[in-house]
């Protein structure tokens, strides 16, 4: 079984730091070639210094302009496209439905769901072009079960499943295989928001909400970063090249989203 991403050309949006950048440091370390894009434009500095070799460019993928951008770019420096991790996301707000704003709604649309479809119209003729590939959406396991108090990022990781499931049955004759990938509750800063905004809304403390986000899995966990690169890039390699349309969860196995 080969792991082995050498000499792959991947572009990774949203990836200057959390799961894009553990993605891209995966892909580099198994000799692939990569090409990121982020909103911070600091962020993306640290990452070229501690990701040498890395391609660069600041986009913000609900900006069809930018995303036009981010793969000229991509090509410009790679010579083409093997793969496309759709991983660029927020979270929005935490609020019951009668007290979402619009304007948080659509943004959050734009980014999560608009976001990916527009890097996926840029990347499928690529991907054409090198005879197949892989493009990897990120959704959540909220789009496997619905998030209470959470409808906008919810509702968008649903629709990233939707987008899958097309795209896959789209473009398998072209031997491009099309994937979600489903993360739990994932360590780190992003994730330190959430339980804090939960905690205001429930009147808790943060390590309350955090003790009953762990009592959710089956394996009483959060994951990583890392353990959402690993499948990545698993089922982007050769040891994958069988798997499409699916939508695969990385959770410690979530039981239930309401608390």
């Known amino acids: 079984m080969s792991l082995s991403t050498e000499r792959m050309r991947v572009v990774i949006t949203g990836a200057a730091s959390g799961i894009g ?4 440091h995966a892909f580099l370390r198994n000799g692939a070639r990569v090409h990121i894009c982020d909103v911070d434009q600091d ?3 640290q990452c070229r210094a501690d990701l040498p070799g890395i391609g660069t460019t600041l986009a913000d993928v609900s900006d069809p302009s930018q995303v036009e951008l981010l793969f000229d770019r991509a090509v410009e420096r790679m010579g083409g496209l093997d793969v496309l991790v759709n991983n660029a996301g927020i979270s929005g707000p935490t ?22 479809f527009y890097c996926a119209r840029c990347a499928v003729p690529l991907l054409k072009e090198a005879g197949g590939g892989s493009i990897v959406n990120i959704s959540s396991t909220a789009g496997l079960r619905g998030y209470p108090m959470r409808s906008p990022y919810a509702t968008s990781k649903w629709a990233v499943i939707g987008f899958t499931k097309t795209l896959a049955m789209e473009l398998g004759e072209f031997g491009i295989r099309v994937n979600a ?5 994932v360590e780190g800063e992003r994730m330190d928001r959430v339980i804090a905004a ?12 955090r003790e ?48």
């Open 181 to 185: 990938v489903c993360p739990g509750k």
């Open 21 to 24: 950048r553990a993605t891209a």
């Open 212 to 259: 009953e986000y762990y009592r959710l899995t089956s394996l009483r966990t959060f994951v990583t970063a890392q353990d959402i690169a690993n499948l990545i890039l698993f089922i982007c390699s050769e040891a994958g090249s069988k798997i499409s349309g699916q939508a695969l969860a990385v959770d410690g196995h979530t039981e239930i989203l309401r608390t």
């Open 43 to 45: 962020l993306i500095d």
């Open 95 to 116: 609020a019951r439905v009668e007290a979402v704003a619009p304007e948080a709604w659509n943004r959050v649309m734009a980014v999560n769901v608009t976001g990916q």
């Open 198 to 209: 939960a905690a205001e809304e429930k009147s808790l403390s943060p390590e309350k909400v």
